[in-house]
């Protein structure tokens, strides 16, 4: 028999993830987190799996864990259920051991926003630490267009977050952090000390399309991260730019630095804030932008083939409902598109279940009218009708369902069941539709993610409306801690970019500011 020291430590998971936009009406709900349990979970992870290094090195014990696609806020009640089964769960496995629970893993984003309440994630943590209690080890995983306030980092012991955007680093974080989890049990296990953490707000909230690792001076400020890393008595370090399309006091720019020794982790967090602070006149836009008939205009008369357009204001991966019609009406309207020989546009895309169900009965090659869009997000266009061709059907997407390609003039309408985001070439490839060969592509995103960077020969960032307009000053923030760069321009001060320590969630108050 394995003796107190020889048994593998057992760590539990769970978390909410989603990002969620206070200036949309839209609401999420508990469906649209697709909560895996159990052993659902460590099958999700793949550096989970037994015979992997972290699989072999703990027993993993799944909990509820739901991602859900970014949105309106998320309706109390759907909350509270998904809660309640997360700590029913936990205190199930709990109950199961012997002895107390070593670690947590909390899967997180850090920007969801529920109706009623805020710094939802702490509160979440609250919750759970009330039934895993104070003794086992939590580390948080989060997009670095999360939010971490300062009752977050005192309830978990370890953070980190994706180093990139576009994040291609989602399952390298999800690992570190169960890497550094494991780490700080061993060594607290073998009567070491649990890691400091020195926290820093910084006065900045910007859109992730101002602040693409692309790009400078973004570059060079993430690849500060793993260099400050890399010192001795240091195991994380990690900034968040925030997520800027919720009114909330919590959001801003962030370092986390964690690590044994005091002195080098407030030294790294400080190096880290004051680079992001002095760089805060640098960031631009990753693209060119203009007007949605700028974007259209300079789209047509440039060489470049394919050009793409993000429709920014409605991203569906940034919190927007996805069903705002304001282009959609734009670029219908355009004489250039009227006929099918005209210049050939993919536009992804309008929800509209009762025209995707109009289009499924009449089958593909007829000619329908439809109506669709506006449904939920309505402050800025009303439904817009079309008349085409159905180009194609398709069934059983995650996100949409049923997704159909209508082809208006030489406009290839993609209408869907429910909202989806178009990021990968086999989105459109498994409508018929080819985005290589098209003049012009249209997608509601922000910036382009990998696959559509990388089919792009030349693109524009159209500032449009929507529940994340681009123009922050547009949404009317009201709530976030002010003076906050670029609402205001004149500090008349410096901010205080000095490292905070925050206490263990071992220790039952502290300063909270």
Known sequence: MLSERQRLPVVAIAGLSCENSTFTPSRTRAAAFHPKRGQEIIEAYRF????????????????????????????????????????????????????????????????MYVDGLEDVESELLRRIRAVIGPTAIVSASMDLHGNVSRELVHQADLLTCYRTAPHVDVWETKERACRNLLRAIEIHNAGGSLPLKAWIPIPILLPGEQTSTRDEPARRIYAAVPEVEKRDLILDAAIWVGYAWADEPRNRAVVVVTGWDKLAVATGAQELATTFWDARGAFRFVAPTGSFAECLDTALAAEARPYFISDSGDNPTAGGSGDVTWTAAQLLGRPEFREATGPKIIYASIPGAKAVAIAEEAGVGATITVTAGAEIDYLHAGPVTMRGRVHAIKHGDQHAYIEVVLQVGSVFVILTKLRKPYHKEHDFTELDLAPRAADIVIVKIGYLEPELFDMAKDWMLALTPGGVDQDLRRLGHHRIKRPMWPFDTDFEAQPDLRARIIPSSRESTFERK
């Open 48 to 111: 989970l799996h037994p015979k992997t290094e972290l699989g072999d090195e703990a027993e993993w014990k799944g909990a509820l864990v739901g991602h859900a696609l970014p949105g309106g806020i998320v309706e109390r009640a759907s909350f509270e259920e998904l809660a309640a089964e997360i700590i029913q769960h936990l205190s199930e496995i709990c109950q199961s051991l012997e002895r107390p629970l070593d670690g947590f893993w909390f899967d997180i984003h850090g920007a």
